[in-house]
Protein backbone atom coordinates (compact mmCIF):
# COMPACT_ATOMS: atom_id res chain seq x y z
CA UNK A 1 0.00 0.00 0.00
CA UNK A 2 1.06 3.81 -0.36
CA UNK A 3 2.23 5.53 2.73
CA UNK A 4 1.46 9.22 2.92
CA UNK A 5 3.35 11.58 5.40
CA UNK A 6 2.42 15.17 5.60
CA UNK A 7 5.01 17.74 6.99
CA UNK A 8 5.33 21.85 6.04
CA UNK A 9 1.99 22.88 8.75
CA UNK A 10 2.49 25.56 11.46
CA UNK A 11 1.42 29.39 12.46
CA UNK A 12 1.64 31.74 9.92
CA UNK A 13 -0.29 35.08 9.83
CA UNK A 14 -3.03 36.01 7.64
CA UNK A 15 -1.46 37.10 4.14
CA UNK A 16 1.02 35.07 4.00
CA UNK A 17 2.13 31.87 2.77
CA UNK A 18 3.17 28.03 3.56
CA UNK A 19 4.11 24.85 1.41
CA UNK A 20 2.64 21.70 2.61
CA UNK A 21 4.75 18.64 1.50
CA UNK A 22 3.14 15.25 1.44
CA UNK A 23 5.73 12.33 0.57
CA UNK A 24 4.76 9.31 -0.78
CA UNK A 25 6.16 5.59 -0.84
CA UNK A 26 4.85 2.71 -3.00
CA UNK A 27 4.82 1.60 -6.14
CA UNK A 28 4.24 3.30 -9.36
CA UNK A 29 3.49 6.82 -8.02
CA UNK A 30 3.45 8.59 -10.73
CA UNK A 31 0.09 6.89 -11.87
CA UNK A 32 -2.21 7.85 -8.87
CA UNK A 33 -4.15 11.00 -8.87
CA UNK A 34 -3.43 13.06 -5.74
CA UNK A 35 -5.29 15.48 -3.43
CA UNK A 36 -5.38 17.62 -0.29
CA UNK A 37 -7.96 17.98 1.90
CA UNK A 38 -8.63 19.75 5.46
CA UNK A 39 -10.90 19.48 8.24
CA UNK A 40 -11.94 21.47 11.45
CA UNK A 41 -12.92 19.90 14.64
CA UNK A 42 -16.33 18.81 14.32
CA UNK A 43 -17.00 19.57 10.78
CA UNK A 44 -16.39 17.16 7.59
CA UNK A 45 -13.20 16.83 5.78
CA UNK A 46 -13.18 19.31 2.66
CA UNK A 47 -11.69 18.99 -0.43
CA UNK A 48 -9.31 21.29 -1.36
CA UNK A 49 -7.45 20.72 -4.19
CA UNK A 50 -6.48 17.89 -7.22
CA UNK A 51 -3.97 16.87 -8.88
CA UNK A 52 -4.37 13.86 -11.63
CA UNK A 53 -1.54 11.50 -12.63
CA UNK A 54 -1.44 13.50 -15.78
CA UNK A 55 -0.98 16.75 -14.47
CA UNK A 56 -4.46 18.52 -14.50
CA UNK A 57 -5.75 19.88 -11.69
CA UNK A 58 -8.79 20.99 -9.80
CA UNK A 59 -9.59 23.56 -6.93
CA UNK A 60 -12.29 24.30 -4.35
CA UNK A 61 -13.88 27.70 -5.29
CA UNK A 62 -13.13 28.47 -1.85
CA UNK A 63 -8.76 28.42 -2.54
CA UNK A 64 -8.63 28.71 -6.36
CA UNK A 65 -6.07 31.63 -7.03
CA UNK A 66 -4.52 31.70 -3.90
CA UNK A 67 -3.42 27.46 -3.83
CA UNK A 68 -1.71 25.64 -6.09
CA UNK A 69 -1.25 21.87 -6.13
CA UNK A 70 2.00 20.20 -7.72
CA UNK A 71 3.39 16.50 -7.84
CA UNK A 72 7.16 15.80 -8.43
CA UNK A 73 6.69 12.01 -9.16
CA UNK A 74 10.52 11.74 -9.44
CA UNK A 75 10.59 12.69 -5.63
CA UNK A 76 7.06 11.10 -4.82
CA UNK A 77 5.70 14.23 -2.98
CA UNK A 78 2.96 16.24 -3.77
CA UNK A 79 3.14 19.76 -2.52
CA UNK A 80 0.25 22.47 -2.12
CA UNK A 81 1.61 26.29 -2.10
CA UNK A 82 -0.82 28.37 -0.26
CA UNK A 83 -0.99 32.24 -0.75
CA UNK A 84 -2.94 34.60 0.90
CA UNK A 85 -3.97 32.86 3.69
CA UNK A 86 -6.75 33.42 5.84
CA UNK A 87 -7.88 32.73 9.54
CA UNK A 88 -10.76 30.56 7.70
CA UNK A 89 -8.53 28.28 6.01
CA UNK A 90 -7.54 27.31 9.63
CA UNK A 91 -7.54 23.48 9.57
CA UNK A 92 -5.87 20.05 9.63
CA UNK A 93 -4.76 19.61 6.46
CA UNK A 94 -3.97 15.69 4.82
CA UNK A 95 -3.19 14.55 1.28
CA UNK A 96 -4.47 11.35 -0.20
CA UNK A 97 -3.79 9.14 -2.98
CA UNK A 98 -6.69 7.19 -5.69
CA UNK A 99 -5.78 5.06 -8.33
CA UNK A 100 -8.27 4.88 -9.88
CA UNK A 101 -10.22 8.40 -9.17
CA UNK A 102 -9.59 11.92 -9.33
CA UNK A 103 -12.72 13.35 -7.88
CA UNK A 104 -13.31 15.82 -4.84
CA UNK A 105 -15.16 13.27 -2.71
CA UNK A 106 -12.78 11.94 0.16
CA UNK A 107 -14.27 9.14 0.12
CA UNK A 108 -12.84 7.91 -3.79
CA UNK A 109 -9.46 8.13 -2.12
CA UNK A 110 -7.62 4.86 -1.49
CA UNK A 111 -4.77 6.04 0.92
CA UNK A 112 -4.31 9.10 3.57
CA UNK A 113 -1.78 10.57 5.52
CA UNK A 114 -2.16 11.51 9.15
CA UNK A 115 -2.31 15.37 8.51
CA UNK A 116 -0.96 18.62 8.99
CA UNK A 117 -2.08 21.31 11.11
CA UNK A 118 -2.52 24.98 9.55
CA UNK A 119 -3.15 27.58 11.72
CA UNK A 120 -3.47 31.51 10.29
CA UNK A 121 -3.73 34.10 13.06
CA UNK A 122 -5.51 37.49 12.23
Known amino acids: QVQLEESGGGLVQAGGSLRLSCAASGRAFSSYDLAWFRQVPGKEREFVALVNWNGGSTYADSVKGRFSISRDDAKNTVYLQMNSLKPEDTAVYYC????????????????WGRGTQVTVSS
Open 96 to 111: AASRLYSSIYSSRYDY
